[in-house]
């Protein structure tokens, strides 16, 4: 490569590009940086980050861009540069590694040294220049590991091998359950009763996650009768909307609170992370009636279809923390920068909005947050909620369009396809529940985009940027996917996208499928070879990709009759159970698939179309369960698979309703479906 890049200059990662310039030989994963450290017998260094991480690029300035450490860099070891956001199966595996070698959990960057074969022998996250924050200087840990590899070998060999034994003993086997019970969400509800915060809403202290899995059980648990889960999901919810976690001028979350008061954030915001929040705002809305919900739910579906989806449909990953050299410089304002955005009558109320009338709250700046709602300002100011709304209105706008003339964040432009699967589903929820049609059109523009550009012969691609598509699909692409392509049914039926469905599953069991133990594994039967194939149950940054799969299961099986899609949700249940037992809140994407096999609700199809089905629907959303599921199958849709079929179109609409093992005689009146319900 030239003097000025390095081989990521060939990537077409926009977190590999970033590093493109540095004065470290870095190379891209694959066998070229294999072989070398194998025919040099040199350690491997492997940093894995992502585009949107404050961290990394704090330590991409501090070291990788340092000549003398690069120097340092490039004598002792070979440097491999990993993209988390297309490679997660390395991610996983080098996180567990951190896990077992640092005796705590990891996070990015991810530092791990490596011999040769792959195997870690030393762990840690990010390393400062200097020594500070209690950790050792990246230099002195450079020398320090290059002396262990090369002077302590018996040693570290045989670390080396407690640590792959230790990888194979965590690989998700175990004693699957005999019978499948409730006692896992019990505990979960029990331990989430612990952890509350009963002042700010969330779990435990700071950092401050919004832990969407969890709160999508309570809100489940909540809307089938559980008052005490329905307040814990409903003032997280709230308190997170109205806290600095939430864009009050442009939608959408970030990434996590520093403080238990949700008040300053990192600045990165996750499609993942939106997508997940997305549906709950609109459940909580559908449930409650509260029109805050709907509002958050909205701004955020606006933000996703202005900010972060493709020309051609499909959604992008992440916008960065940092602009003009700053972490969240582009979100907060000085005083200045405000009142040269605001008529000065219009100051007042937004600082009382906004939490502007105390001291400055991130680094001599102001990052805005709702403290008052507007009945209390009404209360406050003597003026109607009504007009308050309007004015705040004009107030968002104004400083909206004031912060739009900014340096903005990075972009990553890359289309990730679980990423994608799980905002096809919030968008698809959100857009049937607060009936967006707009919102609806923009998952099945996303969907239609992978369907072209991430197929490759049948098979699944993981992502996609500047027109090439790469890298073979996870499990969790493939479930995300199912997930969000059956959420985007039941709020339009298009001919054709319940076929790609099934083809998608059909390929999970194919490939993914562990036949003597249950449960998928991340990577498929024909992947590269790794020194572990992960196979876990519990959500991470994003929630398991065996939970999401048991539950598309469970669904598309029902719905078509496939028996060897329900017997395969089962097995990964059973193969979960342990796990979820003996750490039930971080299972809980596994058990919200548990408790809809516990507890399956009669899944609907109504054949129909038009005003026609205006009853209906109006008796379903009446009877609001976020569990139940309703397809709208038009009288005239064609090649309907499996026993989906058997739900004839009739002159008049009609619904058929089935449980598991029986469906019910067609209902043809909207008054009959409502005393069933």
């Not at 939430?246 to 008061?261: M, P, Q």
């Not at 949700?262 to 449930?287: G, S, T």
Request: some cysteine.
């Amino acid at each position: 490569m030239s003097a000025h890049h390095n081989r990521l200059a060939r990537e077409t990662s926009p977190y590999l590009q970033q590093h493109a310039s540095n004065p470290v030989d870095w190379y891209p994963w694959g066998e070229e940086a294999l072989q070398r450290a194998r025919r040099e017998d040199k350690p491997i260094l492997l940093s894995i980050g992502y585009s949107a991480c404050h961290w990394c690029h704090v330590m991409a300035h501090e070291s990788f861009e340092d000549r003398d450490t690069a120097r340092r860099m490039n004598a002792l070891f070979v440097n491999v540069k990993v993209d988390r956001e297309e490679r997660p199966d390395l991610d996983r595996i080098y996180q567990l590694a951190h896990q077992i070698l640092a005796g705590r959990p990891g996070g990015w960057p991810l530092t791990v040294f490596l011999a040769p074969d792959q195997t870690p022998f030393f762990a840690g996250t990010y390393f400062p220049r200097e020594r500070r924050y209690g950790l050792p200087a990246f230099n002195d840990v450079l020398e320090r590991v290059s002396e262990i590899y090369r002077d302590h070998r018996h040693a570290l060999d045989d670390q080396n091998a407690a640590v792959r034994a230790a990888l194979q003993q965590r690989a998700g086997d175990g004693e699957a359950a005999a019978r499948l019970d409730d006692r896992p969400l019990i505990a979960a509800r029990t331990a989430l009763v612990a952890s509350y915060d009963p002042r700010y809403g969330g779990f435990g202290e700071a950092p401050k996650f919004p832990r969407a899995p969890e709160l999508a059980l309570l809100l489940h648990l909540g809307v089938a009768g559980d008052g005490e889960a329905a307040r814990m999901a409903l003032h997280s919810l709230r308190a997170m909307a109205a806290g600095g976690l939430f864009d009050h001028l442009g939608g959408g979350f970030f990434r996590y609170a520093v403080d238990a008061r949700w008040e300053i954030p990192h600045f990165e915001k996750m499609l993942y992370d939106n997508a997940l929040l997305l549906p709950l705002y609109a459940e909580a809305w559908r449930f409650t009636g509260e029109a805050s919900f709907r509002d958050v739910a909205e701004r955020t579906a606006e933000w996703v279809m202005r900010e972060m989806q493709a020309p051609a449909g499909g959604y992008y990953a992440a916008l960065d923390a940092d602009s003009e050299g700053h972490e969240g410089r582009f979100y907060s304002w000085s005083r200045e920068e405000l009142a040269a955005a605001l008529p000065v009558a219009d100051l007042p109320l937004a600082a009382a909005l906004y939490g502007l009338d105390g001291p400055a709250n991130f680094e001599g700046r102001w990052h805005l947050q709702r403290r008052r709602t507007l009945a209390e300002l009404a209360d406050q100011v003597g003026l109607p909620a009504a007009t308050l709304a309007e004015r705040e209105t004009a107030i968002r706008a104004a400083l909206f369009e004031a912060r739009a003339q900014r340096t903005r964040p990075g972009r990553d432009e890359k289309v990730l396809t679980g990423w994608n699967g799980l905002m096809m589903r919030g968008m698809a929820v959100a857009g049937r529940l607060l009936g967006r049609e707009d919102f609806v059109h923009s998952a099945q523009r996303a969907l239609d985009f992978l369907r072209t550009h991430l197929l490759d012969d049948g098979r699944l691609l993981a992502s996609w940027k500047d027109n090439i598509a790469l890298l073979p699909a996870y499990l969790d692409d493939h479930a995300f996917l199912v997930d969000g392509i059956l959420a985007q049914l039941e709020a339009r039926w298009r001919d054709g996208d319940l076929s790609f469905a099934i083809a998608l599953a059909d390929l999970l069991l194919e490939h993914f499928e562990d036949e003597s133990h249950g449960g998928f594994f991340f990577t498929a039967d024909d992947h590269e070879r790794l020194i572990h194939r992960p196979k876990t149950f519990g959500d991470e940054s994003l929630p398991a990709g065996n939970g999401a799969a048991a539950s598309a299961l469970l669904r598309l099986g029902h719905l078509v009759g496939r028996l060897d899609f329900t017997d395969a949700a089962e097995r990964t249940l059973r193969a979960a159970w342990p796990h979820a037992q003996r750490h039930s809140t971080s299972h809980a994407g596994v058990l919200l698939a548990l408790r809809e096999y516990l507890a399956p609700r009669p899944s609907i199809v109504l054949r129909g179309s038009g005003t026609a089905l205006d009853a209906w629907q109006a008796v379903l959303a009446r009877h609001f369960d976020p569990g139940r599921h309703v397809l709208v199958v038009p009288e005239d849709a064609g090649d309907l698979p499996g026993s989906l079929a058997e739900r004839e179109a009739q002159p008049a609409p009609v619904a058929y309703v089935c449980e598991p093992g029986r469906c019910l005689p067609p209902i043809h009146a909207p008054e009959h479906l409502a005393a069933l319900l």
